[in-house]
């Protein structure tokens, strides 16, 4: 075995997603996988969704020492850390990579990564794997002679993506989330990319893996992946996780044109922008199977959207719910809170969009800046760090002279409010929190 892979998400350490129960594998370490094992190098996967760290690290004490592949994003910084830990402790080299590393090179190097892998991983592993020496090999951050992080310059990305293999499911047991789903759910799901890389600007976003890239597979090569899940796997819906699936249109007209000539036909669910809908792809979606659509509205304040730079306008974002709900697609949208500038008059008006949208379902969060985003960089000299930085998350921050959580708290139940008068009287506590912010 040349490589080991894994990702350090123990769902069952999540109380929230067990309360979801909606988990998908690890589609970034099966495309790792599918593209190496097609060089020749043997890789295998530890899925640690539905493991546990006992049973991973009792491979890494048994298993020959070798190298491991840890993927790290926002959440799973400590159990990464942890598992870099004791592969160091059993003799393993350790690359890390994923959203997360690329952002605290320095940090994990210090830990005792050997490299971090900034941005896409199928070129720069397959080079370290092969015996190139790390400093030849761009999209790298290993230890400089001072003793920090030097990059050894941009990841080369894959030009084509259709000549890459698809992800290597059978290393992962795929019938176990079907399972999970169904026994949740009633219905089980896979989860499939049509794409990498989102081009917008959203300052809050970050770019750390695909920079602001948009790279996508033919319409054609992608069906045949879809035919194949569905003949292989027969899940009874899909999740197509590309950032924006209906940003090209023209794909979108040879993607349908394609899945009806073959009478290929499936419930499924994905993300778009507001400004990529229309009454013809709504209706085109629905012809599809889609089921549900997300869009990401942020605010029902047009100022702070521009803040944002979310390129998108509150108008936008209702009339996409309204040709979706016009086509028996149900809706669900992401908003945030604490954006930095946002006042009263703005939970107002996001309060007014909900109420004007009526989603079936939406999801708010506080915003926290990322490392390596503008929105990060605008509110860094207010940052507090909530705790060490190894056992903690870039969520886990407050920024001064933001209001309190309990303002927040407030502003979420003003969205859920169900009368006039409830509304009212929720408003009315939120007020008087307004004082409250965050020292």
Not at 215 to 221: E, Y
Not at 260 to 273: K, Q
């Amino acid at each position: 075995m040349d490589l080991l892979l894994t990702h350090g998400y123990f769902l069952h350490e999540d109380p929230k997603e067990l309360q979801i129960m909606k988990p998908y594998a690890p589609l970034g370490l099966m495309y790792l996988s599918s593209y190496l094992r097609a060089k020749g190098f043997g890789v295998e996967i530890y899925d640690s969704t539905f493991g546990s760290r006992e049973a991973l690290f009792r491979i890494l004490e048994t298993e020959k020492p070798g190298t491991l592949g840890i993927y790290v994003n926002l959440m799973t910084r400590g159990n990464g850390l942890a598992i870099l830990k004791r592969a160091l402790a059993c003799g393993w080299k350790v690359i890390v990579g994923g959203p997360e590393p690329a952002n605290y090179p320095e940090q994990y190097l210090a830990a005792g990564a050997g490299v971090v892998v900034s941005g896409e991983g199928e070129r720069a592993l397959e080079a370290l794997l092969g015996g190139t020496p790390p400093e030849q090999v761009t999209g790298l951050y290993l230890r400089g002679s001072d003793g920090g992080a030097a990059n050894t310059g941009p990841a080369e990305l894959l030009a084509d993506l259709d000549a890459q293999p698809w992800p290597d499911r059978e290393r992962v047991d795929i019938d176990q989330y079907l399972r999970v789903w169904r026994q949740h759910h009633g219905a089980g799901s896979v989860a499939l990319i049509s794409a990498r890389g989102c081009p917008y600007h959203c300052r809050w976003c970050s770019h750390s893996t695909f920079g602001k890239t948009h790279r996508r597979r033919s319409a054609l090569g992608f069906v045949d992946e879809v035919e194949w899940v569905l003949n292989r796997y027969r899940p009874d819906q899909l999740w197509l996780a590309d950032d924006v699936f209906t940003i090209h249109h023209g794909w979108l007209d040879q993607y349908a044109e394609e899945m009806g000539r073959r009478g290929l036909r499936i419930p499924f669910e994905c993300i778009t922008r507001a400004d990529r809908m229309n009454a013809r792809v709504a209706r085109q979606l629905a012809e599809l199977g889609c089921y549900r659509v997300w869009i990401g509205s942020e605010s029902g304040s047009q100022r702070l959207l521009d803040a944002m730079e979310r390129g998108v306008s509150v108008a936008q974002v209702r009339d996409a719910v309204r040709q979706l709900r016009e086509n028996g697609i149900q809706t669900g949208m992401f908003l945030m809170w604490g954006y930095e500038g946002e006042e009263l008059g703005d939970i107002d008006a996001t309060y007014e969009h909900v109420k004007a949208c009526r989603p079936d379902v939406f999801f708010t969060t506080v915003s926290y800046p990322i490392k390596g985003t503008p929105y990060y960089d605008e509110v860094r000299p207010k940052l507090v760090q909530l705790g060490d930085w190894e056992t903690t998350t870039d969520r886990e921050v407050k920024i001064r002279g933001r209001h309190s959580r309990r303002f927040y708290q407030l502003a979420d139940q003003l969205l859920r409010s169900e009368t006039a008068d409830e509304a009212a009287q929720v408003r009315e506590r939120l007020e008087a929190a307004a004082s409250e912010v965050e020292a």
